[in-house]
């Protein structure tokens, strides 16, 4: 799967996380995306964009479960998820919220 991923899916670096499914690290254009819980037929359940690279590797490789919520968040930018929830929501200063 690591070698699917790198090769034909564009993901920097992947690994297997101790509940069995799969992360990886994607460059978007502006930020380094965390995509949580890759399979052969999904790029993510949930993807998570951080403006500073070295917060989204530090996420990448502490993760321990496909639905956890980065702690170190300073720089996060995005979450995207295809599950209809959003496990994470940020507001702005009018209390909307600031992705959808």
Do not use: N
Request: charged content about 25%; glycine content about 6%.
């Amino acid at each position: 799967m690591r070698d699917f991923l790198i090769t034909k899916c564009h993901i920097l670096h992947a690994r297997q996380l101790p509940d069995g499914s799969w992360c990886g690290l994607l460059q978007l254009l502006y930020t380094l995306s965390v995509c949580m819980g890759i399979t052969p037929t999904d790029a993510y359940v949930y993807r998570w964009c951080f403006e500073d690279p070295k917060e989204a590797a530090h996420f990448y490789k502490t993760a321990v479960e496909y639905d956890e919520i980065p702690v170190r968040r300073e720089s996060l930018v995005g979450h995207r998820h295809t599950t209809g929830i959003p496990l994470y929501v940020e507001f702005d200063q009018l209390g909307l919220p600031k992705w959808r």
